[in-house]
């Protein structure tokens, strides 16, 4: 029995044991190390983590000069030895240590008979718990003065309230006394808000009522579609509906993606031109396409890198990656790629300043030149061969008269209004409203509708041969607004729903060619109507309302 004498007259401390075995300090494995614990573990430590840093920059220089992994030189041999070596002791180090803290705890053969008197701590005072004030106690009047005088923010409604239908109400009542002007007209009832949160739209109001028209059935590539159109246009819906009749009378349209790529381009700074053009030679190198490819489609499982295209303005460089992005539109995707290489190119251009992700170079929602050239997005061509008694029974005019129209019009009234993609009668009217429709982005209506159409007398003169070529339809049918649920509604009428996991792409290629041949009958229709003299006459007949305005 082993007795202590207790400091400050504590209890006396007893251990008894249930063995007889003398206690004996064990030797420690340490004591056989030629270096102090710690100078070892730091040793060991230092080459771990040195050795692996060596390593993977042996990696990136093969894959960067196409030599096999497993070709080994000898320092490389020498440094995985050394690497697995550390790693073991590091291993049975912190193993060892981590068993031992275990085993060395109190066991059942030994007890402890003590007294240890209470100790009295000091009370801590309790902080109360940071959160936001919640509104959902208060009733609306409250919370609609408060944001009046301004003491809430609107846009904090949805989650201080935990209810988005009852946020929108109050903005919508405070945002009227503010402005002393009524809203009563914009629609409140009947829309999910939760379902465009942290999304699609920011501090709603409301929502706009859009008409939705069906066209067709558009016979394309041997099937039929039901296209939907969002308009306020009258006349739209029957002239696209009057061209797909005539398509399909014909025999049906076909038509063709020629290439499929979303594009990025950033924008960086070098001190000289001269080191701007270095990065641009590194980046067209084809040696090193692979290993940018591969720091790029690591941002998604569907985006796989094209190529990369690069001009200069000076000691800056524009840098455009295209790449595919499964059956979504893809800008997210593609901007999150570039964003990987931007951070790969930093360690060996160091002194590359990146401006901006976005450099315009893209050309994101801006008429440009380099899409009508290059594409972006879907580029679709599609074509039909309309017989000469469809084009005087249903489009009531002429091929000859079609074709001098689209000559005069379409190509030689563009060149000389300076048209850029527009040599077109009105592609721009049909891509509108099938992108409102399905919950595309609007504001890609503008390099989408860059289009030229082209007519000639085939066959002996006799039929019309009518193409549109569109080099940049931008679409998706996951992602943003195509998840409300009017929006996949209408694309639940296409087929094109949600993405095809069979074929990743074929939902949004598709989708890109019903928009193409839409156009095309679109196209048809219009130009028909201008060369037989009807286009006033069906305005007015369709798109002119008789209903009193003021009475409503």
């Known amino acids: 029995m082993d007795h202590r004498r207790p400091h400050d007259g504590a209890a006396p ?6 063995n007889n075995t003398p206690s004996t300090t064990s030797p420690k494995a340490s004591d056989a190390l030629p270096l102090p614990l710690y100078l070892t573990n730091a040793v060991f430590f230092t080459l771990f983590f040195s050795v692996a840093y060596y390593l993977l920059h042996r990696w990136r220089d093969k894959i960067r000069s196409s030599t096999p992994l497993h070709v080994l030189t000898f320092p490389e041999l020498a440094s995985i030895l050394s690497l697995i070596a550390s790693f073991i002791y590091l291993l049975g180090f912190f193993g060892i240590h981590f068993v031992q803290s275990f085993i060395s705890r109190p066991s059942n053969d030994a007890v402890w008979e003590h007294h240890v008197p209470d100790l009295v701590l000091p009370e801590i005072p309790k902080l109360p718990p940071l959160h936001v004030a919640s509104l959902d106690h208060r009733d609306d009047e409250e919370v609609v003065k408060s ?11 949805e989650s201080r309230l935990g209810d988005c239908r009852r946020a929108v109400a109050i903005r919508r009542e405070a945002l009227q006394r503010v402005t002393g002007r009524s809203l009563r007209s914009l ?19 409301g929502y706009v009522q859009i008409p939705v028209g069906v066209a067709g059935p558009l016979l394309l590539d041997g099937f039929e579609y039901t296209v939907p159109m969002a308009t306020t246009e009258g006349c739209l819906v029957a002239s696209t509906n009057r061209g797909c009749k005539a398509i399909y009378a014909s025999g049906g349209a076909s038509s063709v993606v020629f290439k499929d790529g979303m594009s990025r381009a950033p924008v960086v700074r070098f001190s000289t031109a001269k080191r701007a053009a270095e990065l641009k030679f590194f980046l067209e190198d084809p040696l090193n396409f692979d290993t940018l490819a591969l720091v790029f489609n690591r941002s998604s499982r569907f985006a796989r890198l094209q190529n990369i295209q690069c001009t200069m303005a000076g000691k800056n460089l524009y840098m455009r990656f295209t790449c595919s992005t499964g059956d979504a539109m893809g800008m997210n995707m593609v901007s999150k790629g570039v964003q990987n290489v931007l951070d790969f190119l930093q360690s060996d251009f160091p002194d590359m300043d990146i401006i901006g992700i976005s450099g315009n170079f893209c050309s994101d929602k801006k008429p440009a030149a380099v899409n009508w050239i290059e594409g972006r997005g879907k580029s679709v061509v599609c074509e ?69 159409t082209m007519m000639e007398a085939v066959n002996g003169g006799r039929d019309l041969h009518i193409s549109v070529t569109m080099p940049s339809i931008e679409v998706g049918t996951v992602g943003g607004g195509t998840q409300l649920a009017s929006q996949s509604a209408c694309l639940n009428l296409l087929g094109v729903k949600g993405a095809n996991k069979e074929s990743p792409g074929s939902n949004s290629r598709l989708l890109a060619t019903i928009v193409a041949g839409s156009v095309l009958a679109g196209e048809l229709s219009l130009m028909s109507a201008i060369a037989a003299g009807q286009l006033v006459q069906s305005h007015m007949k369709y798109n002119r309302s008789s209903q009193n305005v003021c009475q409503v």
């Open 187 to 205: 629609p409140l009832e009947g829309f999910d808000y939760e379902s465009i949160l942290g999304q699609c739209c920011e501090m709603p109001v």
């Open 384 to 452: 039909a061969i309309i017989e000469e008694e469809v084009v005087k029974k249903v489009l009531k005019t002429n091929v000859a008269a079609l074709v001098e129209l689209n000559m005069l019009k379409n190509l030689a009234g563009s060149a000389v209004a300076g048209a850029l993609g527009g040599y077109n009668a009105h592609a721009s009217n049909i891509v509108s409203a099938i992108f409102i429709a399905t919950g595309q982005d609007p504001a890609q209506n503008i390099e989408s509708s860059h289009c030229i």
């Open 147 to 157: 944001v009046v005088e301004g003491k809430t923010p609107s846009y904090s409604l």
């Open 13 to 18: 401390l007893r251990l008894r044991r249930h």
